[in-house]
């Protein structure tokens, strides 16, 4: 996976993993488990992912009445 990062956050990112004795690629990660956990429990997230879910289903079913 290639993540492109702004130059000043790139640094900032570079900054905290020195400081703390870890890789860069290491504090990402654990940043985005934590995002990922983060919204797992936020309901705001979770009403978009179903709002998302139900536009693609109407479209699939839209696409399936198409069919012979």
């Known amino acids: 996976m290639v993540l492109r990062l702004d130059p000043s956050l790139a640094e900032q990112l570079a900054a905290i993993a ?3 004795g870890r890789t860069v690629s ?3 990660r654990e940043a985005i488990a934590a995002l ?8 705001r997230f979770r009403r978009l ?3 998302n879910l139900a536009r693609h289903q109407r479209l ?9």
């Open 49 to 51: 992912l179903e709002d």
């Open 36 to 43: 990922v956990q983060a919204r797992r429990s936020d309901k």
């Open 60 to 68: 699939l079913d839209l696409l399936r009445e198409d069919q012979p």
């Open 26 to 28: 290491d504090v990402a």
């Open 18 to 20: 020195e400081v703390e």
